[in-house]
């Protein structure tokens, strides 16, 4: 840093001074033509006050009264003489000061004589530096001889040399004062801040001080400061991660990690890569003013595939929705991401504005989401939707094979009900392919699904996949009992397979699940989120001892009405609740433009103000209702703040709500109040279970769940949270990715033969 000091002072020194000489030379030549100039037209002026004067004598032909007038003109300042010739150049009167001087006719008296017209020139005679202006004499327009003004010009020399001089000592002075400058700038701005960081890093090196202490301000090297950020979270997730596998080493626990999940992933694939195909992209590109911003979604999905991606450069295929996506990919339609460490492709397929209509807000969200929950909502199906559907998942399965070109054996998780056609649209071009598709959602029973008109082709193209996946196992029983009734196909209720034209398909449960971080001590954890619910209420200007958390997307599956319901009996039935209970709902609004969830947001909204007016005070109401997204941080601090979680959902394949509240619950209280139609259910029987549909037994769990006693609070969620830690969202992706690998697919001379599509319209 010296070394780099000494070089930045000597280098701004010699800056400073060549750019000081140069701008000294400018204004030397700028003053010495500002001073010519000035003694130009005083020498004109002067000349143009004498001529007449100088004529009368000239014309009267007396020297001596020529002499009497340039010698009592040829004292003023900075004038050496006046000389007066006749027009054959013959001096008549002189200055006697520049007698000596113009012992020999000046050449610019003689041109003056012959052009007729004034002139000057700048000359040296001996040591002199002089200014001669000449200008003719005439009697009735004839030249009867010349007039010379002579100027001494060693004044203006003498003031260039001044200048030199100001401008060497004012540079100097800059020079000094720059140098203490810029010492002071490095050591405040350079030097402090790169020893900081310096120091920053040897601590997370030697691990002497926390690793989570905040980046040093870095603000002249904001390149650098990201690069740190990154390094150091790079850091401190492989610290933890090492940390973490030998406790488990240590304890014999077989808990999944991210990194185990990708060693086992690399394991599975072999030589192979995966293709994960979604409707929602991992990082999206937004447009803020002029700027282009990388956003997270969050989601699970993401938690949980990011890691095998990252460990097998695989690719991502999704539908690119955000404003500045198509700014940011190649002439292919891909980038690589993540944008700090780019180690697997994202690529993005577009849909027209009627496309997205169709395929995601038609068939899927007003077709196959309320005809797969269980929520009393009539599905609506129509043709123009199912077109759409079918060309968008084409389009999908286009965009796939071009990725796989040039893979052998590609391994295929497709998710969701979005992609049911897909599975089938991939084989037929790649046998050789491993394809799996998650379900999401619930699969209802036979009866239920025959409702939708097109269900022969979707379930023939779910049977396109080597591996179907459900949440629980109620789902996979119903989607097997499905294809029976609907389909020409064997089913073996043994291994839980469906045949279908040679094609064998398995059908599993895979309860998806949460990541699961050990955070803080419960002792410090305790303190923290009893100052957070502190927190909380005061902005959110309410004032009570217990405190509610539920937190959905405002959908007609989550049973948000009949929890206001139950909270409204709550305090009809048990008065002292009033005042001293508050129920946070944090509702995220989704597909406001489709009608049933519009009106659906317009009567929870009107609901949460029915029950405020009824029981609200000055500084208490019963529910706060936030109608807006939010992050992952911000709800988590609510989960760590409540006393019990509400979930209250009509039908859900699993409910990752309910897991959330667990994991953040480090302090390991807290109360989970859990509808027994979610598939979360199966797993977490130490949550208070209900029928959201009845009012009282909902409204008698939040009362026991707040009544409960400490140990029993503290030994439920103890057991619950085990489940959540070991059956966490990395066993899942590792468990639904392995089946899939270890499955040996049909050789494809043989499933060409064997393939025949006979689907009558239904």
């Known amino acids: 840093m010296r070394l780099l000091s000494v070089r930045l002072i000597i280098s701004l020194v010699v800056g400073i001074t060549v750019v000081s000489l140069l701008f000294s030379y400018y204004s030397v030549r700028v003053e010495e033509n500002d001073l010519r100039r000035d003694l130009e037209r005083r020498a004109e002026v002067l000349g143009e006050s004498l001529s007449g004067n100088v004529e009368h004598s000239l014309e009267k032909g007396s020297p001596r009264e020529l002499q009497r007038i340039v010698e009592r003109f040829g004292h003023r300042e900075h004038l050496a003489g006046i000389a007066v010739y006749d027009v054959a150049g013959t001096r008549l009167a002189v200055t006697p000061g520049i007698a000596g001087l113009l012992s020999a006719r000046p050449p610019v008296v003689a041109k003056a004589i012959v052009d007729n017209l004034g002139d000057s020139e700048f000359t040296r005679l001996g040591t002199a530096s002089l200014h001669i202006y000449v200008l003719p004499l005439h009697s009735d327009e004839k030249i009867i001889g010349a007039l010379a003004i002579v100027h001494d010009t060693g004044y203006i020399a003498r003031q260039a040399r001044t200048v030199w001089r100001e401008t060497f000592l004012r540079a100097l002075a800059q020079m000094v004062i720059v140098a203490l400058l810029t010492l002071l700038i490095v050591r405040l701005s350079l030097s402090g801040p790169i020893a900081h960081a310096a120091l920053w890093i040897r601590t997370l090196r030697t691990q002497r001080g926390s690793s989570r202490q905040a980046i040093p301000q870095l603000d002249a090297f904001q390149p650098l400061a990201r ?15 090492a940390e973490t596998e030998a406790r488990l080493r240590q304890t014999a626990e077989s808990v999944w990690t991210p990194e185990r999940l990708a060693v086992h992933v690399q394991n599975k694939l072999a030589n192979s890569r ?29 938690t949980a595939l990011e890691p095998v991606l990252l460990a097998c450069n695989g690719t991502w295929i999704a539908h690119g929705s955000a404003d500045a996506d198509r700014e940011t990919v190649d002439a292919h339609d891909r980038l690589r991401v993540p944008p700090d460490d780019p180690r697997y492709t994202l690529r993005r397929v577009w849909l027209s504005v009627a496309e997205e209509e169709g395929y995601y807000y038609g068939f899927s969200n007003e077709g196959l989401w309320p005809l797969c929950h269980i929520a009393h909502t009539r599905p609506v ?46 084989k037929e071009k790649r046998p050789d392919a491993r394809v799996a598709i998650f379900w999401h959602i619930p699969w209802p029973n036979p009866e239920a699904f025959a409702i939708c008109p097109w269900q022969r082709e979707l ?52 309860p998806i699940s949460v990541p699961f971080a050990e955070l803080k001590p419960a002792a410090d954890s305790a303190h923290s989120n009893e100052a957070g619910r502190s927190e909380i209420l005061r902005r959110l200007g309410v004032e009570a001892i217990f405190m509610g958390i539920g937190v959905d997307r405002v959908d007609y599956t989550k049973g948000i ?19 001293q209970f508050v129920f946070v709902q944090i509702g995220a609004p989704s597909r406001t433009h489709l009608k049933p969830y519009h009106d659906l947001l317009v009567d929870v909204s009107a609901e949460a103000e029915r029950i405020n007016r009824r029981f609200q005070t000055s500084n208490w109401r019963p529910i706060v209702f936030l109608n807006r997204q ?19 959902a009509l039908h859900d394949g699993m409910n990752l709500v309910a897991k959330e509240f667990l994991a953040a619950r480090d302090d390991e209280d807290g109360v989970l109040v859990l509808s027994r139609f979610t598939g979360a259910a199966r797993e977490l029987r130490d949550a208070l279970l209900v029928n959201p549909y009845d009012i009282d ?33 990395y066993r899942w992706a590792g468990d639904l990715i392995g089946q899939l690998c270890e499955f040996r697919v049909t050789p494809v001379e043989r499933y060409q033969e064997k393939r025949e599509v006979d689907l009558p319209a239904a």
């Open 697 to 729: 037994q909902t409204a008698e769990a939040m009362r026991r769940g707040l009544e409960m006693d400490s140990e029993e609070r503290k030994q439920r969620m103890q057991r619950m949270r085990k489940v959540v830690r070991e059956q966490n969202i």
């Open 381 to 426: 199906f129509r043709a123009s939707d199912w077109e759409c559907y079918k060309e968008v998942n084409q389009k999908f399965a286009d965009a796939a094979l071009q990725e796989m070109a040039g893979t052998e054996h590609p391994v295929v998780l497709v998710q969701d009900y979005h992609f049911a056609l897909l599975s089938r649209m991939i």
């Open 459 to 510: 379930l023939d193209g779910l049977l396109g996949a080597d591996l179907v996946g459900f949440h629980v196992q109620s789902h996979c029983n119903n989607f097997l009992q499905t294809v029976d009734h609907a389909l020409e196909s064997q089913i073996d209720r043994e291994h839980f397979t469906a045949k279908r034209n040679e094609h064998v398909t398995m059908v599993r449960p895979f």
């Open 227 to 241: 690069e740190l950020a990154t390094i150091a979270e790079s850091l401190n997730r492989a610290r933890s991660a």
């Open 274 to 302: 995966l293709f994960v195909i979604a409707n929602r992209e991992p990082y999206l590109h937004v447009r803020r003013g002029r700027n282009v911003e990388v956003m997270t979604p969050a989601s699970g999905l993401v």
């Open 561 to 579: 009405l009949e929890r206001f319901l139950a909270i409204e009996h709550l305090l009809e039935k048990y008065p002292v609740y009033q005042k």
């Open 630 to 648: 939010h992050s992952h941080r911000e709800i988590e601090s609510y989960y760590r703040a409540a006393d019990l979680c509400v979930v209250t």
